[in-house]
């Protein structure tokens, strides 16, 4: 008899989301953040890290972002919706 693997939860998500964000900006306050607020602006990320974060999720996820969504990853919240959407 074959399991299903267990599902992935949108908490475990966003602490790998976390995790990748953490190596480019050390400093920001994880804790602080609005996840309702754009996210690049709110931790002064340049559109080549966020790439660089977007190439890591894609590795550590396994959701390959097409560049055409790019757009639509504005806050947290809308990166999480994506991912889990895209599980």
């Not at 607020?37 to 340049?46: M, N, P, S, T, Y």
Request: net charge negative; no cysteine.
């Amino acid at each position: 008899m074959m399991f299903a693997a267990p599902a992935v939860t949108k908490q475990q998500v966003k602490e790998t989301v976390f995790d990748l964000l953490s190596t480019i900006a050390p400093e920001a306050d994880f804790g602080r953040l609005d996840p309702n607020v754009d996210l690049r602006q709110a931790l002064d990320i340049d559109s080549f890290d966020f790439l660089n974060f977007l190439i890591g999720l894609d590795e550590a996820i396994g959701v390959e972002i097409p560049e055409a969504d790019y757009g639509k990853l504005v806050s947290l919240n809308d990166l999480l919706d994506y991912l889990m959407a895209h599980l």
